[in-house]
């Protein structure tokens, strides 16, 4: 894939997302129109079923919308096959969940060497971590590691293969204030020292004041979209 | 208890490859592969053994019967076995020319052969030995000759008699070593009425009594029944035959159709009292061993199947499960963009490896069975090198079929991880949907408690997994019905043998048949009580296309002893025309009550006369005919005569009546029921305990494999479930109960699966054993349907106790704080 300064990284036109869940159908979005420029970092906001986690998705290739469009530069996700969405992942996305989704059987370091395993264009695992400031843990697993150093480790294996983009899912949702904080760091210094292109999706509002952009959802549809002129440190935050 | 056992496994796994930060090592998701098999080992390995046990019997099954295969047709071919053989009355020995000159013939090959009574030291009861004379004539020397015969002994010790001593034999290993004779030992015969005093001086075997059966017996009985070879002059001599035979064997060219040239020596040998040719094919030790090949077949591939497809089942359940629990890791590894194909292959390796243990246990416990199999077998099937070598070829089938079936059972599970879409296993699971139904019903009309109501709730909700579980334990039911199905059929074949059907203490065979009267000394011996004449006549029986050599046996109307029985055990009136067929007979000859049958008497005068088949007798071994005496005597156009007679015996003087009947000169053969009975006891309690103890090992293995991963599937499902029980206030054993209840209601569902699937297992068994030598009858007791439910029962609490040890375990809060 070639990238073009010109063109912004992602290109929504139309997006629209229903599926359904038990025996109700969610209408998560409801025609969400989009550009996210290259390096920014956004914060999207919004309450439980607003449909961030939805977007960040059908942005991150692991969901087809039901209606409208997504560009990434110069592709079309929303008519690639399945193998091409893999691709597509496996080269250029960096995924952080809430609840940090390490396997269990694995330690901190082979987590991270998941990712360099089909990737190996980035990091080794060890300086992965060494940027979340984890090298020190390397062998420990999941279960010996708090939840503030799970994020980490989750971050350190989402930037080891050093991706085009950044997608966090509430990545402090689980953790107290002091490790929220921590964990946000080591994402902001990512966007910062790599360039990476970042989203981060929370229902905090707080954690506006570290973006460049700040984008609200509700009820399927973007209902505010603000630019901060200075972007704050994550130390500066409190909730 | 999950952070303990990762950090053990963790050890193990890093001494197999190196720090993912150096070198070359395991792929990341190959030591999650290790480590989680460490994890669930005890489940793995389940699941392993009942491939194993599956590999095992295939592995010994067909090892052996490939082995069996070759070291016969090596020792029909050293030994030069006969293709075609022949009895007969009396022929001049020229008529071997005659035989020669038939097409397609390449040897001949005549002998004196007769049957006598013998009377072996340390054996009160009289034994019955078949006296077969060694090639070389007058003049030649018994050694020198002998390699050039057909049916070629095999000297296991001693040497061969003098052609000019009269009193050397050498006798069959079986019966040497029955009898613990050394050589020099004499042994009385009874030969043409003489008495005379035979010394041993060899032992040997010969591709002709591979299996040593006196004809009748349905198993081999080596105290009472020896085959003795001595110089053709002896026999000649003893039997009036200088200058004749009463036997002939023929070897054929290569790929020369047998039929033909039956058919030829048939009109050659019928003026001289010839009772019917046959091939290689019906001769009694070969047909043993062809059909102990047959059913080493059967065994080799219905039993394999059931195991492996039982093991495939346990490795969907449990992959379908671990990818259930998987979720979102297998979401998370898509989302960095693995594919589909690679995170499946993953899974698949799972199976695999199970599978590739499971083969490489079976192998090394076939080989090991194969070679037990075949010391048992050395005991009935006599060869002159017998040792087992293990064969890579069955080695690797059992190893493809193992991993092929192993991997159709993770197919279908692993196809789920294909279709799960990354973004729908990130969000939670939609909880598990249930409805009010037909069970709410049910449950308030029969009052259940709500916990018990939430069990069948729950196996409700899921049919599918339900039924499956069901099928699997009810797997291990089955077999344990048909492991110990063969006991009950031969203990049910030997009440009706030997107790309700054929009630004498011995049957004793003239050489000849004898005017009645001469009968009637049965009647004068000391001890007897009571005594059934018959008579018996070598026929061949022809219905439409189909015909079978058999002898029918006319009895007298007014019996107590010899009985025929129908299907039900009701004794059978042989009306005064016609034929009584065993059910076998009938089959083979496809003919049924009212319809006609040809018999052509193969002695004498060779009558032909066509008889209508009045009844059915059901028997399990032979394939006999029968008739009423008067009726016979007609057809043989004969005054009344005796080919022998069942006699009753008064237990406490049947020392007296064995001692009268070995010096009378008329007898021929004396078979001694109870001796049989307790012959046939000792074989089925020596090899048939040991075979069960396999089975049942092997039917537990099942048990336990299914219902140990059920159960470790179950408590994964509910951990949750229980633990919010226990946090609102239910005790450890209320909560137990509710998981064990589970499980029992699973096994009490299967039991009554299992007895049907058994049924058919033992149909089967039963379909694939049959031979003309014998059936087994289709009979299980009601003590084999207790056992086996018992055994499923116990195996099935145990794997539930075991797992429910990590109840007490269960950290509560923990359980809880992490996401169902």
């Known amino acids: ?239 | 208890m999950r952070k303990n056992s990762a950090r053990s496994s963790q050890r193990s796994v890093d001494a197999a490859a190196t720090s993912p930060t150096t070198g070359r090592r395991l792929p990341t998701l190959d030591r999650k592969l290790v480590r989680e098999l460490c994890d669930s080992a005890a489940a793995s390995l389940a699941i392993a053994t009942v491939i194993a046990a599956g590999v095992a019997v295939f592995v010994m099954a067909l090892s052996t019967l490939g082995f069996l295969n070759e070291t016969r047709d090596a020792y029909y071919d050293r030994y030069r076995m006969a293709d075609v053989f022949a009895s007969l009355s009396r022929a001049p020995e020229h008529i071997a020319e005659d035989i020669a000159q038939i097409p397609g013939v390449a040897g001949v090959e005549t002998r004196v052969v007769s049957e006598v009574t013998i009377r072996v030291p340390g054996l009160d009861e009289p034994a019955s030995g078949r006296m077969v004379s060694l090639r070389g004539g007058a003049t030649d020397s018994v050694q020198a000759d002998r390699r050039r015969g057909l049916n070629a002994i095999h000297l296991v010790t001693g040497r061969l008699p003098r052609w000019d001593a009269a009193d050397e034999v050498i006798t069959s290993e079986a019966f040497f070593e029955a009898n613990r004779l050394t050589l020099g030992d004499t042994i009385d015969g009874l030969l043409n009425g003489r008495l005379q005093r035979m010394r041993i001086v060899g032992v040997a075997m010969s591709p002709e009594y591979v299996f040593q059966i006196r004809s009748g017996d349905f198993l081999p009985d080596d105290r009472r029944f020896g085959i003795f070879w001595t110089s053709r002059q002896h026999l000649e001599a003893a039997f009036d035959m200088q200058g004749a035979f009463n036997d002939v064997s023929l070897r054929l060219l290569r790929g020369v159709a047998t039929r033909p040239v039956i058919e030829r020596l048939d009109q050659i040998l019928e003026p001289f009292g010839g009772i019917g040719s046959y091939g290689r094919s019906d001769q009694l030790s070969a047909r043993f061993l062809d059909d102990e090949i047959k059913q080493l077949r059967a065994t080799g591939l219905i039993v394999p199947l059931i195991f492996l497809a039982v093991s495939a089942f346990l490795l969907n359940i449990v992959l379908a499960r671990r990818i259930e629990l998987q979720r979102e890791a297998i979401a998370t590894l898509k989302a960095f963009g693995y594919s589909g194909g690679e995170i499946a292959w993953h899974y698949l390796k799972f199976a695999l490896v199970i599978s590739i243990v499971g083969a490489v246990l079976g192998a090394a416990v076939g080989t090991w069975l194969a070679v037990g199999l075949c010391e048992l077998y050395s005991q009935f099937f006599r060869f002159p090198t017998f040792e087992f070598r293990p064969s890579p070829k069955v080695i690797g089938w059992g190893a493809v079929v193992s991993v092929t079936s192993g991997s159709v059972g993770a197919v279908f599970a692993v196809s789920r991880v294909l279709r799960l879409h990354p973004a729908e296993a990130m969000r939670p699971a939609a909880p598990a949907h249930y409805r009010h139904g037909w069970l709410d019903a049910l449950a308030r009309g029969l009052g259940l408690t709500p916990t018990l109501t939430m069990t069948l709730r729950r196996l409700t909700r899921r049919p599918i997994t339900t039924a499956l579980s069901t099928f699997g334990i009810a797997f291990a039911t089955a077999v344990l019905l048909v492991s110990n199905f063969a006991v009950d059929a031969i203990e049910f074949m030997i009440e009706f043998q030997f107790v309700t059907a054929q009630r004498q203490d011995l049957r004793v065979g003239f050489q000849h048949a004898v005017a009645a009267s001469a009968a009637d000394e049965l009647q004068n011996i000391d001890g007897v009580v009571a005594v059934e004449t018959f008579r018996a006549i070598p026929v061949r029986l022809r219905h439409s296309h189909l015909d079978h050599r058999t002898t029918i046996l006319g009895l007298d109307n007014q019996r107590r002893l010899y009985r025929l029985l129908d299907r039900d055990g009701r004794p059978i009136r042989v009306p005064p025309n016609g034929l009584v067929l065993s059910d076998k007979l009938a089959e083979l000859l496809e003919v049924s009550p009212g319809q006609d049958v040809t018999v052509e008497v193969l002695e004498e005068r060779r009558q032909r006369a066509t008889v209508p088949v009045v009844a059915i007798a059901s028997e399990f071994s032979g394939t006999n005919a029968y008739m009423d005496r008067p009726a016979l005597h007609r057809l043989l156009q004969e005054d009344r005569r005796v080919s022998g007679g069942f006699l009753q015996v008064d237990s406490a003087r049947k020392q007296a009546v064995y001692d009268t009947l070995q010096e009378t000169p008329r007898t021929a053969a004396v078979t001694i029921q109870t001796a049989s009975l307790e012959a046939i006891r000792k074989t089925i309690r020596e090899n048939q305990a040991m075979m069960q103890a396999f089975n049942v090992g092997f039917a537990c293995v099942i048990a336990l494999g299914v219902v140990y991963n059920m159960a470790r599937i179950t408590m994964a499902e509910r951990e949750r479930e229980l633990a919010t029980l226990r946090v609102i206030g239910f005790t450890r054993s209320e909560v137990s109960l509710m998981f064990l209840g589970e499980l029992m209601w699973v096994t009490l569902l299967a039991i009554p699966v299992g007895w049907s699937i058994g049924w058919g297992l033992c149909y089967a068994t039963v379909q694939a054993f049959e031979s003309e030598l014998y059936r087994i009858p289709l009979v299980i007791s009601r003590r084999n349907l207790i056992l086996a439910a018992g055994v499923t029962l116990a195996a099935s609490l145990a794997s539930g106790l075991v797992v429910r040890r990590s109840l007490d375990r269960l950290d509560l809060v923990e359980v809880l704080k992490n996401q169902g």
């Not at chain 1, 439980?48 to 592709?75: A, E, F, Q, V």
């Open chain 1, 1 to 239: 894939m070639s990238t073009s300064l010109a063109e912004p990284v992602f290109r929504v036109r139309g997006l629209t997302k229903a599926y359904p869940l038990g025996e109700v159908t969610v209408h998560a979005l409801r025609g969400v129109d989009l550009d996210v420029r290259e390096g920014d970092f956004t914060v999207m906001l919004g309450p439980s079923g607003s449909g961030k986690s939805t977007l960040l998705n059908l942005l991150g290739g692991l969901d087809l919308p039901s209606d409208g469009t997504i560009r990434y530069r110069d592709h079309d996700l929303t008519a690639a096959s399945q193998a091409e969405l893999t691709l597509y992942r496996r080269r250029w996305v960096g995924f952080v969940f809430q609840f940090y989704n390490l396997i269990p059987s694995l330690t901190a370091a082979e987590n991270v060497a998941l990712v360099t395993d089909i990737c190996p264009a980035g990091m080794t695992p060890i300086e992965a971590l060494t940027m979340v400031g984890l090298s020190d843990r390397a062998d420990s697993f999941p279960s010996q590691l708090s939840g503030g150093q799970q994020q980490r480790v989750a971050i350190a294996r989402a930037i080891a293969k050093r991706p085009d983009v950044l997608l966090c899912d509430e990545p402090t949702g689980a953790l107290d204030v002091h490790t929220g904080i921590g964990v946000l760091e080591a994402i902001e210094s990512v966007n910062r020292s790599l360039g990476t292109t970042t989203i981060v999706i929370t229902h905090n509002a707080a954690i506006g004041a570290i973006a460049d952009r700040v984008i609200t959802l509700r009820d399927g549809r973007i209902a505010e979209d603000l630019a901060n002129a200075t972007r704050q440190s994550p130390r500066e935050l409190s909730w």
